[in-house]
């Protein structure tokens, strides 16, 4: 089977599919590392309760949440929440097979 890759999500693309689909398997399917950083898991438990995605997040247990904060440069925070912030420098500091997941790119490859 070919090298499916690594990701690192942002909120929308997890709020989303858990929405849509009532769970985060397809990224399980779609990729070999899931990773959340921990201003994105915050921000998607925040929600708390029924939220979407927050049962979803807790319960697959697959998906690396880390546990540790990034240090936002000023650039990034001009614009951005925390969660993308963090997104976009975690991929920025892996190899060039991680990939940052964008809904709309989440949601097109889910539906084929």
Same mark, same amino acid.
């Given at each position: 089977m070919?090298? #499916? +890759?690594? @990701? @690192?999500?942002d909120?929308?693309? /997890?709020?989303? /599919?858990?929405?849509? =689909? !009532?769970?985060?398997?397809?990224?399980?399917?779609? %990729?070999? &590392?899931v990773?959340?950083?921990?201003e994105v898991?915050?921000?998607? /438990?925040a929600?708390g +309760?029924?939220?979407?995605a927050?049962?979803e997040?807790a319960?697959? =247990?697959?998906?690396?949440?880390?546990?540790?904060?990034?240090?936002?440069?000023?650039? /990034? #925070?001009? !614009?951005?929440?925390a !969660?993308?912030?963090? @997104?976009?420098?975690?991929? &920025?500091?892996?190899?060039?097979?991680?990939w %940052?997941v964008?809904t709309?790119?989440?949601?097109?490859?889910? #539906? !084929?």
């Open positions: 070919p090298e #499916r +890759g690594a @990701v @690192v999500a909120a929308t693309p /997890l709020i989303t /599919l858990a929405a849509a =689909t !009532g769970e985060l398997e397809a990224f399980r399917v779609l %990729y070999d &590392h990773i959340v950083p921990w898991a915050r921000e998607v /438990l929600a +309760g029924q939220a979407c927050v049962r997040l319960q697959a =247990t697959w998906i690396e949440r880390r546990s540790s904060t990034v240090v936002l440069q000023p650039f /990034l #925070r001009n !614009g951005l929440d !969660g993308e912030a963090a @997104v976009i420098l975690k991929q &920025h500091s892996m190899s060039p097979f991680f %940052y964008w709309r790119q989440s949601a097109d490859a889910w #539906r !084929g």
